[in-house]
C-alpha cells in the first residue's frame, strides 16, 4: 500500500508539471522575457519592500509630509501616465519603454543620494516621467498572455517571481539593523543602491530580448493619438470601470504610505519580526494568488475579487486594533489572504479592453488611479496626525465595506467567456490545484 500511494502520489505530481508547464508553454515570448524580469525584481523586492516605506520619515518629514510628497509624486506622474498609451501607439511600445527607463535610474540615484526628504522631491518628478512607459509594458505584457489560460499565468508569474523571495524579508531586517537600525536612514540607502544596478542591468535586458509588436503608426500625431482615447468612453462597461478605478483609489490612497510608519514608529515593531512575518504571509500570498487564479478560472472573475475585498477590510480592521507585536500576526495574516482575488482582477481587467486600444486604456486608467491617490494621501495624512491611525484604518475598512464593494458587484460586469477551456480542467483535483504541490513552500 505505501508503495502504490507513493507511485500514485508521484503521477498526480508529473501530472501536475505537466499541467504547469501547459499553462506556461502557451503563452509568447515576452511573457518568458518578463517572468525572469520578474524573478530577478522579486529578489530586490522582497529585501527591501517591507522597509523602505520608513525612508522619507527617517529623513525628517512628518506624517502629514510624507502624505503631501505621496501626493506630489503621484500627481505629477498623472500627465505621463496619460500621454504614456498615446505615445506608446506612436513610436511603439518597446521603444517607448527605453526611451523611459533612464528616468527610472536616475530617480534611484538620487533618493539614494538624498540627505532631507525636500531632495525626494525633485527624485519623485524625475520618477513621475517615468510613468509614461508603464501603459505600454502594461500592454506588451498583457498580449503577452494566452486567452484562455490568462488569469493562471497571471497567478504563476507572480508564484514563481516569489518562491525564492520568500527567504529575503529577513536578509533584509539582517540589513537595517547591521547598519544603524530602521530609523538610520543610512541603513536603507544601500537598497536603492541595489535599484540603481537592477534597473540598469533591466535596461539592457529588455533592449536585447523584448520583443516589439510593431503595432504603432509613427504618421499619427500625439495630438490625434491623444484624440483617439476619446474613443474608449463610447464603452460603457469601460466608463464604468474608470468610476471604480476612481472610488477604489481613493480610498487606498488614504492610508497607502502611512501602515509602515505605523508599524515600525508608533508601536515599535522590531524589524526582524516583520522580516520574518513578511517572509511567511509572502508563501500564504502565493498560496492564496493560485488559489484565486484557479477559482477565477472555473467560475469566473468577480467572485474572488469580492472575497479579497472584505478579507482587505478585515486586515484593516486587524491592523486597527493591533497593538503590540504579537497581534501584528492576524494583521499579516488576512492581509496575505487578500491576494485570493488578485489574479481575477488582472485578468478582469485586461479582458475589458481589445487588444489595440490596450495600451491607451491603461493609460487612463492608471493616471486616474494616480490622481486619486495624489487626492488621498493628504486626507489619509491629516487623518492620522488629527485622530489616529487607528481611526484611518477603520474609515478605510468601512469605506471599502460600504461604498467600494457595493458599487463593483452591481456596476462592474463579469469577464469570463463561458465554455471555454480552463487550466482547472487540467488538474486531477478540483478543490486545491494539484500542481502546488510542486513549490511545497506556498503552503507555509
Known amino acids: 500500500m505505501p508503495a502504490e500511494g507513493t507511485a500514485v502520489q508521484s503521477k498526480d505530481r508529473r501530472g501536475g508539471l505537466r499541467a504547469l508547464l501547459d499553462i506556461v508553454g502557451r503563452q509568447s515570448r515576452n511573457f518568458h522575457v518578463m517572468l525572469r524580469w520578474h524573478v530577478a525584481g522579486g529578489l530586490i523586492g522582497g529585501l527591501a519592500g517591507s522597509y523602505l516605506g520608513m525612508y522619507p520619515y527617517d529623513l525628517g518629514a512628518s506624517v502629514a509630509e510624507v502624505g503631501y510628497l505621496t501626493s506630489v509624486n503621484a500627481l505629477s506622474a498623472c500627465v505621463p501616465a496619460l500621454i504614456g498609451g498615446a505615445l506608446a501607439q506612436k513610436y511603439g511600445r518597446k521603444r ?68 525564492l523571495a520568500l527567504t529575503m524579508p529577513p536578509i533584509g531586517a539582517f540589513i537595517v539593523e547591521y547598519l544603524g537600525g ?83 514608529s508608533e508601536v515599535g515593531v522590531h524589524p526582524t519580526f516583520v522580516g520574518l512575518m513578511a517572509a511567511v504571509s509572502t508563501g500564504i500570498t502565493y498560496l492564496a494568488l493560485n488559489l484565486g487564479a484557479w477559482w477565477s478560472d472555473r467560475t469566473g472573475r468577480k467572485a474572488p475579487i469580492a472575497v479579497g475585498y472584505v478579507l482587505s477590510a478585515s486586515a484593516l480592521v486587524a491592523l486597527a486594533f493591533a497593538d503590540t507585536t504579537t497581534t501584528f500576526f492576524t494583521y499579516y495574516i488576512l492581509a496575505a489572504l487578500t491576494a485570493i482575488g488578485s489574479a481575477a482582477s488582472s485578468a478582469l481587467v485586461l479582458e475589458y479592453v481589445p487588444s489595440d486600444l490596450r495600451s491607451r486604456y491603461l493609460g487612463i486608467n492608471e493616471a486616474l488611479m494616480l490622481l486619486c491617490i495624489a487626492a488621498g494621501t493628504p486626507v489619509g495624512g491629516l487623518i492620522y496626525a488629527s485622530l489616529g491611525a487607528k481611526a484611518l484604518f477603520t474609515v478605510q475598512a468601512a469605506l471599502q465595506c460600504f461604498l467600494v464593494l457595493p458599487y463593483f458587484l452591481l456596476a462592474i460586469p463579469e469577464t469570463r467567456r463561458h465554455g471555454v477551456r480552463t487550466p482547472a480542467r487540467l488538474l486531477r483535483h478540483p478543490r486545491i490545484p494539484s500542481w502546488l504541490t510542486l513549490h511545497p513552500k506556498t503552503h507555509h
Open 96 to 163: 517607448l519603454v527605453l526611451y523611459i527607463w533612464p528616468f527610472y535610474i536616475a530617480f534611484y540615484v538620487l533618493t539614494a543620494t538624498a540627505t532631507s526628504w525636500l531632495y525626494l522631491i525633485p527624485a519623485y518628478l524625475v520618477y513621475s516621467v517615468a510613468y509614461a512607459g508603464d501603459p505600454a509594458l502594461g500592454a506588451l505584457y498583457a498580449d503577452s498572455l494566452d486567452e484562455e489560460t490568462r488569469a493562471e499565468a497571471v497567478s504563476l508569474d507572480s508564484t514563481l517571481s516569489g518562491i
Open 182 to 264: 530602521i530609523r538610520n536612514p543610512d541603513s536603507l540607502r544601500i537598497f536603492y543602491g541595489f535599484y540603481v544596478v537592477f534597473h540598469v542591468l533591466t535596461m539592457v535586458y529588455f533592449w536585447r530580448w523584448l520583443q516589439d509588436d510593431e503595432r504603432y503608426e509613427e504618421k499619427e500625431s500625439v495630438r490625434e493619438a491623444l484624440g483617439s482615447i476619446n474613443g474608449l468612453f463610447t464603452e460603457g462597461k469601460v466608463r464604468r470601470y474608470l468610476a471604480f478605478t476612481i472610488i477604489s483609489s481613493l480610498s487606498a490612497g488614504l492610508s497607502a504610505p502611512f501602515v509602515t510608519i505605523y508599524i515600525f
